[in-house]
């Protein structure tokens, strides 16, 4: 009888100190989840962002729809290329940077620089403007020696609208057919009717059929276009 009393007394005591360690244990683990009172929970760590590359970045950022780059121009020829109001150009005299700087050519033709003063650019070549330039620094500078080059046509332009893949202004820079400013647009979208593509020009309409100057049929369609034109692919 003492024995079996015993062995009771032996199982409750294992119990209560089982439920004794639950208690503490659970007791650890919630005073580890919860903060002391007047302490602010700390939050999460955050890892800084990393800065994108030059090349990430012009990857993410994409041209508008509808907006369109101006195409880069051909290289003008200083010799024959004429100027005209609103063309971008650089002045550079050797060993003179006060002095070298770029302009855009003004509605009146003209542009103005240190100690020459007015000068008249539009309806001459870079070569003639750069003549002009060191003519007139003579009378301040031993032999100056000036380059004047074209930075961006903006006087002589041709549009292209309608069904291609680049509508838009175009810099008229070389002699232009009417072939290669619809290669330059990226050619024709899935609906365009290349049979009736016109040409807009002060109140003309020139009419023009890719299929027929493809096929090398009245070339004389083919023409070259004029500052201003218009080339409407329906």
Not at 49 to 70: C, F, H, L, R, S
Not at 179 to 208: D, H, M
């Amino acid at each position: 009888m003492r024995a079996a009393v015993t062995r009771v007394s032996l199982l409750i005591l294992m119990l209560c100190t089982v439920v004794a360690v639950a208690q503490v244990a659970f007791a650890q683990q919630t005073q580890r989840r919860t903060p002391a009172t007047g302490e602010k929970e700390q939050p999460n760590e955050i890892a800084p962002a990393t800065a994108p590359t030059t090349a990430e970045a012009a990857e993410k950022v994409k041209t508008p729809v509808g907006v369109q780059p101006m195409p880069t121009s051909a290289p003008v020829d200083p010799k024959t290329f004429v100027l005209g109001p609103e063309d971008i150009i650089a002045i550079r005299v050797w060993r003179e940077p006060e002095l070298s700087f770029a302009a855009q050519i003004r509605p009146d033709g003209k542009i103005t620089m240190q100690l020459v003063g007015d000068l008249d650019a539009a309806g001459k070549t870079p070569e003639q403007l750069k003549d002009a330039i060191v003519e007139k620094l003579s009378d301040y500078l031993n032999k100056p020696e000036v380059t004047v080059s074209v930075q961006s046509v903006q006087s002589r332009r041709y549009y292209i609208t309608g069904e291609v893949f680049r509508s838009g202004a175009f810099p008229l820079v070389v002699p232009t057919t009417v072939l290669e400013a619809l290669t330059n647009a990226g050619g024709f979208r899935e609906y365009a009717n290349t049979k009736k593509i016109t040409i807009l020009r002060k109140g003309q309409i020139i009419k023009f059929n890719y299929n027929e100057v493809v096929k090398g049929k009245r070339l004389e369609q083919n023409i070259l276009l004029e500052n201003g034109d218009y080339v409407v692919v329906p």
